[in-house]
């Protein structure tokens, strides 16, 4: 079946750095990718909308020059968390959907020290 | 209120029980999903649905329209089955990955 990958699975950094996790799918060509993320005991949460070869499309309230998504290709999409602070430690998750089936992957729990 | 409901919260059952958990929503979907995530966080999709009812194996998906409700079955309970079930529901004229989620169903499977 269709995988999506994600690296890396965990990541501790230093505040005021800068975090960046690959989203890939290994055996389909995904044009949307899809980025969310789960603070402990919540909800997972849409981020943003990864298009490739265009711009991401961000939910509200989520800082576009925070989190930049690079789409480059039809199987890769990166999420990269700049100056990193405490309170975006979570579990982020990426998706992809094919055929009538939503991907995940297996997520990528960051730490901010 | 939010937008996608499940209950019960947690759920406690012996092997070989059948299960129920329940999901209703409030908006208009284009479909539904249900998904379970293991205790490392890996999310694992069960069944996507938009009408009437799917059965994989164990496990069995219903969906109402008109009520706006949804169920997951497992028959058979084991405690392999142990794990947290999110509903999640792509809403009418969004994208198909722009999903609402529960807040999840944790479900313990005693031997």
């Known amino acids: 079946g269709a995988v999506v990958s994600q690296h890396p699975s965990w990541v501790i950094c230093k505040s005021g750095t800068s975090v960046k996790i690959e989203c890939r799918s290994l055996?389909?060509?995904?044009?949307?990718m899809f980025w969310y993320r789960q603070f402990p005991k919540q909800s997972l949460m849409l981020m943003a909308t990864?298009?490739?070869?265009?711009?991401?499309?961000?939910e509200q309230g989520v800082e576009k020059d925070k989190f930049l998504i690079n789409h480059a290709s039809l199987t890769l999409s990166t999420l990269t968390v700049t100056s990193a602070h405490p309170e975006d430690s979570s579990f982020y998750i990426c998706?992809?959907?094919?055929?009538?089936?939503?991907?995940f992957g297996p997520g990528t729990r960051l730490t901010v020290l | 209120k939010n937008e996608v409901e499940q209950s019960p919260q947690n759920l406690t059952a012996q092997e070989g029980e059948f299960i129920t958990i329940n999901c209703s929503y409030s908006?208009?979907?284009?479909?539904l999903h249900w998904l379970q995530q293991h205790p490392g966080g890996g999310i694992v999709s069960l069944f996507m649905?938009?009408?009437g009812k799917k059965k994989h194996g164990r496990l069995i998906a219903t969906i109402n329209i008109q009520e706006k409700h949804s169920s997951l079955h497992i028959t058979a309970s084991h405690p392999r089955d142990s794990a947290v079930y999110i509903c999640?529901?792509?809403?009418?004229?969004?994208?198909?990955?722009?999903?609402?989620f529960g807040k999840g169903t944790k479900l313990s499977v005693k031997p």
């Open positions: 998706s992809a959907h094919r055929a009538d089936t939503q991907y």
């Open positions: 055996d389909f060509q995904a044009t949307t």
């Open positions: 990864s298009n490739e070869g265009s711009k991401a499309t961000y």
């Open positions: 908006v208009g979907i284009s479909a």
């Open positions: 649905l938009s009408s």
């Open positions: 999640a529901v792509a809403t009418d004229g969004g994208s198909q990955g722009n999903l609402i």
